[in-house]
């Protein structure tokens, strides 16, 4: 199914590069291409289009886009509910459990889930709803302790306990932020290390999870993700250039 996905928006972006581009166009349409190219089928982009107006992302989602990310409650819902509905939403930020119940209704999946509490929250919501939530849960691998995540160890305590009774939550992968640096090598050897958590626990194969997706890599780092196995990345600023922050 990627790679059907991949090369109809490959044809789409191929059509659009024979039309007359407008001059303001909110989006770089030449670096999209560049990054399906790199992709080659192998992983989902996840647009991050948080601080980006509407119209940025109906540009995206013209040429055929669909997964976007939002890192705040407030602006996903006020999206979501501006913008067409076939749209898959993704929480990337940190989630309080507070503010689950805003976006559990139609969120296509939370990435960053670092506490058993959370995913209760979440489970709690997603029976509210009737619906089963997809969650990826959070691995510290980065040297910033600024960094969210699960650890080694908590992580086998969330995945061997309390699990199996959250029936309105699916736990469909793991998610990793690498440092931010421009050592190569550390960056690479963290993205290897996620990578082994996740062939470890792939074969756990439960009711609420089944370990698919590897979710690591962002604008500066996601080549190097896609060699160490990433099969899906979030990309921001290569597409939508760098964000104004409003105080």
């Not at 930020?93 to 559990?104: D, F, P, R, T, W």
């Not at 306990?161 to 932020?177: R, V, Y």
Request: charged share 25%; net charge neutral.
């Amino acid at each position: 199914m990627q790679l059907i996905l991949h090369i109809l928006l490959c044809i789409t972006l191929l059509l659009f590069a024979n039309e007359e581009k407008p001059t303001n166009m909110p989006i770089h349409i030449e670096k999209y291409k560049q990054i399906f190219i790199d992709l080659n089928g192998k992983a989902t982009l996840i647009a991050v289009s948080k601080t980006k107006p509407i119209e940025d992302i109906q540009a995206l989602y013209d040429l055929g886009q669909r997964d976007f990310g939002e890192n705040y409650v407030q602006e996903l819902v006020d999206k979501y509910e501006k913008l067409p509905k076939d749209i898959h939403w993704h929480f990337i930020g940190h989630l309080q459990s507070n503010k689950v119940k805003y976006i559990a209704p139609f969120v296509h999946l939370i990435h960053g889930v670092d506490s058993l509490s959370l995913l209760k929250e979440i489970n709690k919501q997603g029976l509210k709803n009737n619906r089963i939530i997809d969650c990826l849960l959070q691995i510290h691998i980065a040297k910033e302790e600024t960094k969210f995540g699960l650890n080694s160890d908590e992580l086998e305590a969330v995945l061997t306990g309390e699990l199996s009774a959250l029936k309105n939550i699916s736990i469909t992968g793991l998610m990793g932020m690498a440092s931010f640096s421009t050592n190569i090598d550390l960056v690479r050897a963290e993205f290897n290390y996620l990578k082994s958590l996740f062939v470890k626990y792939t074969p756990l194969q439960t009711a609420n999870c089944k370990l698919q997706i590897l979710s690591m890599g962002m604008s500066s780092d996601y080549k190097i993700a896609i060699e160490e196995g990433s099969n899906m990345i979030r990309i921001g600023s290569l597409l939508f250039g760098e964000r104004k922050y409003t105080k």
